[in-house]
T-cell receptor, first 109, second 112 residues
């Protein structure tokens, strides 16, 4: 089992809809999780991190963490075409971040 | 302020040649990471430097790959006897802690 797993997608949603991106992890000791966004041909950029169980909201983005289920998700409300990108989930392990394969999101106008 | 910079931005080389990729981290960042990203794939961890500690080389795919970080700042990733499967974008990132890694623009390596 990969340490951090994501569905590669593509996930296609209409403009204005909620996009739900999911990630599971294998290391029960992981305490924090990071969501990076990567536009095509560009480098990843951090959009959210979460440490505690429950929800963390930042504008149109909500990260959800369930440590018992080893599951973390990212919700994007009122999706915009500019949200079209690959979203990478990451968890720390031994001082470094382990990234999932990324989920490609396409928001259709 | 200046972000992470990498050079060259593109590198085309012939199979069997050696290449050196350079990363200049954000000033003051103690941690530096190298990743590889093949087309349409996620980030593959290669190596991690933290301060003066011994680097974590657990992600290096073969002994053709090596990296050093001089003076706790600039890092060079060296690939010897390049193979076509080494073709990828090589990304460098730096951070103060594990809270956020800042990525450079990457070096696109093409091995013919």
């Amino acid at each position: 089992q990969k340490e951090v797993e994501q569905n590669s997608g593509p996930l296609s949603v209409p403009e204005g809809a909620i996009a739900s991106l999911n990630c599971t992890y294998s290391d029960r000791g992981s305490q924090s999780f990071f969501w990076y966004r990567q536009y095509s041909g560009k480098s990843p950029e951090l959009i959210m991190f979460i440490y505690s169980n429950g929800d963390k909201e930042d504008g149109r983005f909500t990260a959800q963490l369930n440590k018992a289920s080893q599951y973390v998700s990212l919700l994007i409300r009122d999706s915009q075409p500019s949200d079209s990108a690959t979203y990478l989930c990451a968890a720390p392990q031994g001082g470094k971040l382990i990234f999932g394969q990324g989920t490609e999101l396409s928001v259709k106008p | 302020g200046a972000g992470v910079s990498q050079s060259p931005s593109n590198k085309v080389t012939e199979k069997g040649k050696d290449v050196e990729l350079r990363c200049d981290p954000i000033s003051g960042h103690t941690a530096l990471y190298w990743y590889r990203q093949s087309l349409g794939q996620g980030l593959e961890f290669l190596i991690y430097f933290q301060g003066n500690s011994a680097p974590d080389k657990s992600g290096l795919p073969s002994d053709r790959f090596s990296a050093e970080r001089t003076g706790g700042s600039v890092s060079t990733l060296t690939i010897q006897r390049t193979q076509q499967e080494d073709s990828a974008v090589y990304l460098c990132a730096s951070s103060l802690s594990l809270s956020e890694q800042f990525f450079g623009p990457g070096t696109r390596l093409t091995v013919l």
